[in-house]
């Protein structure tokens, strides 16, 4: 076969190939993953959007929390840990501090679009984005 002839098939093969491509992502991003809630509570509730979650029931990957923390500003220790991420988000949530409440890990959180203000306020080093917040109760 001579170039001028197979130079039709090219056209085809990217056309081909670009499709498969583009059928192939859709089922990727149309796939969710259900995860299982995970039962949490909200320890810090501070200015400047600072909170920290303390997750009492579930599994979530160790990365994405610290074990054990001691918050230096009352003297008292946790485990299983972190600080929330997605600050904007959570403040909606309607929750006070002490409130115990279930929550999904936020793998894709939106933008942040809301001011934060710089006072600091002891928090663990790990953060996490959350989401599906529901509120269980008050301890």
């Known amino acids: 076969m001579s ?10 093969i990217v056309r081909s190939a670009l499709l498969i491509m583009a059928i192939s992502s859709s089922f ?9 809630p995970l039962k949490g509570k909200l320890i810090v509730s501070a200015v400047c959007g600072n909170y ?13 929390l610290v074990s054990n923390w001691e918050n230096v500003a009352t003297g008292y220790s946790y485990t299983n840990v972190f600080t929330v991420s997605n600050y904007c988000a959570f403040a909606s949530s309607g929750l006070s501090e002490g409130d ?3 929550f999904e890990q936020d793998p894709y ?4 679009n809301c001011s934060r203000c710089e006072i600091f306020v002891p928090t663990p080093s790990v953060q996490t984005a959350i989401k599906n917040i529901k509120k269980l109760e008050k301890n």
Do not use: H, W
């Open 109 to 112: 959180p939106p933008a942040l």
């Open 100 to 102: 115990v409440f279930e």
């Open 52 to 64: 920290v979650i303390q997750v009492l029931e579930g599994r979530m990957d160790s990365d994405r």
């Open 3 to 12: 170039p001028a002839n197979s130079r039709p098939m090219r056209p085809i």
């Open 28 to 36: 990727y991003c149309n796939t969710k993953t259900k995860s299982t």
